[in-house]
């Protein structure tokens, strides 16, 4: 089972930072999760939030906001500094593209032109890059968009969208597969990707191992593998 660093080693470390990505491979993290948003100039930053109020003193709304200024406040991690620092150490990625966004579905396709331009570098390293999304919609325009660079997958956080995934990637909710244990099964016995989100405490990673889970999203990437006797 693979242990994913949620926004880096978040637990520990400013989420979605340099620091949190080096971190998390410090910890010996497998890969490493991100949420993508676009800057009003285009610029693909990892950042969760829609705006900065909840990680700084600042309230500055993404989408409405140069990265130069994003810069100068809060010093956002860009992808490509991100897909760089993963290629070179070699660790998997998992791309979260955040919705509903006023610019609908650039941020993926300016993502898919910037792994095009490093698919010899990726393939070479060896890493694996999925794409999710609670959004439907996001989640076919990147199966179009793919082209065997990448894979995609569904945010379920709900029994509906279990039932309504287009993938064979199923990046669930830990609470919701806790309630429903036999959705699990259900989707390892058809041939499915289990990603679990986000898993803390050693009973419940040990929960989601038994269940077979093809990757855990942590925010203590360290902690994760020494719960799971992991070396």
């Excluded at 569904?154 to 309504?164: E, F, S, T």
């Amino acid at each position: 089972m693979l242990i994913i660093a949620h926004r880096g080693a978040s637990g520990e470390f400013l989420e979605g930072s340099r620091g949190a990505y080096e971190a998390a491979i410090a910890q010996k993290a497998d890969g490493l999760e991100c949420d993508l948003r676009l800057t009003k100039d285009n610029q693909v930053i990892c950042y969760h939030d829609k705006n900065t109020s909840r990680l700084s003193k600042t309230n500055l709304t993404i989408a409405k906001t140069t990265y130069a200024q994003l810069a100068a406040a809060v010093d956002p991690y860009r992808f490509d500094q991100l897909l760089k620092l993963a290629i070179e150490n070699k660790k998997d990625l998992f791309l979260e593209f955040k919705h509903p966004v006023p610019t609908g579905g650039r941020i993926e396709r300016l993502v898919s032109d910037l792994l095009l331009q490093h698919k010899n570098e990726i393939r070479d390293s060896g890493i694996k890059i999925t794409a999710i999304s609670f959004s439907l919609l996001a989640t076919l325009r990147n199966r179009v968009l793919q082209k065997d660079i990448y894979q995609s997958g569904l945010l379920i956080n709900n029994l509906l969208y279990a039932k309504l995934n287009p993938t064979s990637i199923y990046a669930l909710n830990l609470n919701l597969l806790k309630k429903n244990p036999n959705l699990g099964n259900k989707i390892k016995k058809n041939g499915g990707k289990l990603y679990i989100w986000t898993v803390n405490d050693q009973s419940d990673l040990k929960f989601c191992e038994k269940l077979g889970a093809d990757a855990v999203i942590t925010d203590y990437p360290s902690q994760a593998r020494k719960a799971l006797g992991y070396s």
